[in-house]
C-alpha cells in the first residue's frame, strides 16, 4: 500500500508560513517551479518553469522557497498517524510513505485503506490518495490514479498490463527517458516488452532496475522505519521552586533515569535541550553539546548553568530534558584499556566552567581570514563549532609566518608621522604619501623612531556588501628599539592590530 | 694522631666538599628528600630540539618570562610530545603563533578573562593540564606563589608566567631583539633574532636564539653562520 500526499511541498511550506492551500502557491528551487498548488495549476504554472513566466501565467502568485528541512518535519506528523494503526511505515520520500496492507485484520485490502483514509482525515490530513499493488512503484502509481482520500486496488499480479499504458516519462531518471524516448520508446509497456539482457548489456545495471520495475517486478521488500525513541524527561514541581539550588537537586534523579534510559537502548545523549518553564508561562529554552556524551552528572552541570546565566523570571513548575541528538554507545564506547585521561579532562574543565560559567573556558582553533584577530577561532569547551572559514583556502592578502605573538582584541589607535612630523596616509591608488619616521602606539603614548618598514599591502574585503565592506592597508614598522608591529590604516585612521612580541 | 686530625680537619674543609655540590646534585638530593616525604617526584617535561640546551621545563618548578613568544616556544616541546597545556588570563596571546610554534591546539584550554579568580582558576586547570602559562593582572605575592608552587608539586605540572613571579625557578628576559627582513618600504617579517638572558640558581647566562628562524623554527643561533637570504633582505 502507497499513501501518497500530492503537492506536498507546497502543503509542507504552506503550513510552515500558515497560508491556506486553496491559494495560487509555487515552490521554488533553483528558480524553476519545483511544486505547485491545484490553483496555480489551473492558472497554467507547470513543473520546470522558470520564475518570470510563472509569475506572467499567475500574477497572483505567491512564490515561497524549498525547505526540505521542513518538509521532512512536516510529514513526520502523517507518518506517526498512521504508525497508530499500522506498525512498520516506510517513507519513500516527504509525500509517500508504504507500508504493508494490514488486510488480514481489517478484512480486506479495500476495508483496510478506508480504516487508514478514515484515521489520517481524523488526524488533519485531507488530501491524500492510496494505491495498492504488488510493489511499491505500481502502488505509487495505482496512488496517483486514485480520487483524493479513495483507494486505487490493483490485483495481484495486474501490475504490469497496469503500468504498461503509463508514459515513459514516469521512470523519473531524465537521462534515460530521453534517450527511450529517441528510440521510439513511449510508454512503459514498449520498454517492457525489450529482453532483459539487451537493456542490460545497453543500459547497465540502473536501466535492468527501471526495466523490472516497468514489468511490475517490483520486489524492493518495505523497510519499515524504527518509531523514534520517546525519551524525553520531564520534572514538574509542585509547588513552584524559585531557588537554583532545590530545582538541580530534584532533577538529579530525572537525569540518572534519562541516561539509564538510552543505555537501556545502547545510546548515548550527546546533545540536550532543556527546557525550565515558569507558572506563568515563562520558557527559557537551550541546546547544550557535550564533546563526548552526557552522563548525569553533566546534565545536572547543564540545568545549573541555564538556571544561573537565564535566570527565570518567576517559580518554576516544570524542567524538561529533550535529548536533540543520541548516537550509539559504540561510536562512544570506552577503549579497552579504558579512556581515563579525556574523562579527567572533560571533569577538571566542567569543574572549571561550574566556576566561571560556561563560555569562560575556551576551547580554541584556527579557521580561515585575513587579518590575525580573524583567524583564532574561540568557541566554549564542548560546544559544536560555528560554521568556520576554511583555512585551507588561500586567503590572499593573508600576513605570511611568522604570525604575531599577541594579536590585541581591540586595536589600539595610533599615529604614524613622516620624517616632517607630518602624519602619513594612503592615496586612493594604495601609496603612502610619505615614509614612515616615527609611529606611537596607544593614545598618549612617547613617538618611536621607525627603523624599517613595509606596506602598504592593501585590502579591499567584501566591497559588494555595503554594510560590511572595509578598504584597509597593513604595514609591518619595526621601532629602533626592536619593537615590531603591525598596523592597519583604515579612513587615514591608524590602528595597531598585533605585536610581534 | 696525626692522620686523625687530619681527617677531621678535611671533614671542615669547605673547599673540599663544595666541588661535588653542583646544581645537578643538589637537585637530586632534593628529589630524593621529596621522594621520602612521599610528595610527587619532578620530571623533565620535553622541550623543542631548539630549546633542549637553554632550558628545560621540570614539573614542580614556575617560570618567568618576559615576552610571549619565548612562553610558548618553552611549553611547544611538551605539547607536542601529548601533554595538555592552559592558557590562563592572556586574551591577546596570538594563538595562530601559538600553533606556529608546534602546540597543538587540540589540547589546548584556554581561559581568557579569569578575572580575580585567576589563582584559583590556575590551580583547578592544573589537574587537567601539564603546563599553564599563566598572565596574572595583578602583581602575585610570595605568598600566593608559594600555595601555587606546593600545587605543582603535587599535581606534576609546571608553570610559565608571562610577567613577575616571586622567587620563580628560573627566570628568561630577553634583552636584544631584532627582526630581519624588512627594508624601508620592501621585504616583510620573516625571523627574529633574540638574546635570552636566563637567571637559574647561578650566574646568569646568556644565549643567543632564532625566535623564529627563517624556517620558523625555534633555534640556538650561532652567529657565524648568517643565511645568506636574511643577509640580503637586511
Known sequence: ?501 | MSVVLTMIEYMFDYRRVSPAATPSRINELQQRVQRMQGSAISRTLESLPGLSDVIQLRTGEAYAVDSPSLAMAMVAGASQAGEWIGIVGAPDLGLEAAAGFGIDLERTVVVPHPGELWLSVTAGLLDVVSVVIVKPSVPVSAQQAERLKSRLRIKDAALVCWGEWPRSDATLTITESSWLGLGRGHGRLTARRVVVSIRQGGPVRRVSLWLPGIDQQVAERNDTVVPLVVAQAG
Open chain 1, 1 to 501: 500500500m502507497a499513501i501518497w500526499c500530492p503537492d506536498w511541498p507546497v502543503v509542507a511550506a504552506a503550513a510552515h508560513l500558515g497560508l491556506s492551500v486553496q491559494l495560487p502557491l509555487a515552490v521554488f528551487e533553483r528558480g524553476e517551479v519545483y511544486a505547485c498548488s491545484t490553483m496555480a495549476r489551473v492558472e497554467g504554472v507547470r513543473r520546470g518553469m522558470r520564475r518570470r513566466d510563472a509569475s506572467a501565467r499567475c500574477p497572483e502568485l505567491t512564490v515561497l522557497e524549498r525547505n526540505e528541512a521542513s518538509e521532512i518535519r512536516t510529514f513526520e506528523d502523517v507518518l506517526s498517524a498512521i504508525e497508530e494503526i499500522s506498525a512498520g511505515v516506510a517513507p519513500v520520500r516527504p509525500g509517500l510513505c508504504a507500508l504493508r496492507v494490514p488486510s488480514r485484520f481489517y478484512g480486506g485490502e479495500k476495508e483496510a485503506a478506508a480504516v487508514v483514509a478514515e484515521h489520517l482525515v481524523s488526524a488533519g490530513v485531507w488530501d491524500f490518495r492510496i494505491g495498492i499493488a504488488d510493489g511499491i512503484f505500481a502502488a505509487e502509481h495505482a496512488a496517483r490514479r486514485a480520487a483524493p482520500q479513495d483507494c486505487w486496488i490493483i490485483a495481484p499480479g495486474g501490475s504490469a498490463a497496469f503500468l504498461a499504458v503509463l508514459p515513459i516519462g514516469v521512470l523519473e531518471n531524465a537521462e534515460l527517458v530521453t534517450l527511450l524516448r529517441r528510440l521510439g520508446i513511449r510508454s512503459i509497456g514498449d520498454f517492457a516488452a525489450l529482453t532483459t539482457r539487451d537493456v542490460l548489456t545497453r543500459f547497465g545495471q540502473v536501466g535492468a532496475l527501471l526495466h523490472r520495475l516497468a514489468r511490475g517486478l517490483d520486489t524492493r521488500p518495505v523497510v519499515s522505519r524504527r518509531p523514534p525513541l520517546d525519551v524525553n524527561q520531564r520534572v514538574a514541581f509542585t509547588p513552584a521552586l524559585e531557588t537554583v539550588e532545590p530545582i538541580v537537586f530534584s532533577t538529579r534523579q530525572t537525569a540518572e533515569r534519562l541516561v539509564a534510559e538510552l543505555a537501556h537502548h545502547g545510546l548515548v545523549c550527546t546533545e540536550v535541550r532543556i527546557e525550565v518553564v515558569t507558572e506563568g508561562g515563562w520558557t527559557g529554552s537551550r541546546v547544550w553539546a557535550h564533546s563526548r556524551w552526557f552522563a548525569a552528572s553533566d546534565l545536572i552541570d547543564r540545568i545549573y548553568w541555564q538556571l544561573q546565566g537565564d535566570p527565570a523570571p518567576e517559580p518554576v513548575c516544570e524542567l524538561r530534558l529533550l535529548p536533540e541528538s543520541v548516537e550509539s554507545l559504540a561510536d562512544h564506547g570506552e577503549g579497552l584499556w579504558g579512556s581515563a585521561l579525556n574523562e579527567h579532562v572533560e571533569r577538571g574543565i566542567a569543574r572549571l566552567q561550574g566556576m566561571l560559567g560556561p563560555e569562560e573556558v575556551l576551547a580554541p582553533s584556527l579557521q580561515g581570514g585575513r587579518s590575525p584577530r580573524d583567524r583564532p577561532l574561540l568557541s566554549a569547551w564542548g560546544e559544536r563549532q560555528p560554521t568556520q572559514r576554511n583555512p585551507q583556502l588561500p586567503w590572499p592578502g593573508a600576513i605570511p609566518p611568522p604570525a604575531p605573538a599577541r594579536v590585541f582584541s581591540t586595536p589600539l589607535p595610533s599615529v604614524v608621522l613622516s620624517e616632517d612630523h607630518r602624519p602619513v596616509r594612503v592615496s586612493n591608488r594604495g601609496l603612502v604619501t610619505a615614509a614612515p619616521a616615527f609611529v606611537s602606539i596607544g593614545e598618549d603614548s612617547e613617538l618611536i623612531p621607525v627603523d624599517a618598514w613595509a606596506g602598504p599591502w592593501p585590502i579591499d574585503e567584501l566591497w559588494w556588501d555595503p554594510a560590511q565592506a572595509r578598504r584597509v592597508a597593513r604595514f609591518q614598522v619595526t621601532g629602533v628599539d626592536g619593537s615590531a608591529w603591525l598596523l592597519v590604516v583604515e579612513n587615514d585612521q591608524w590602528w595597531t592590530e598585533a605585536r610581534y612580541d
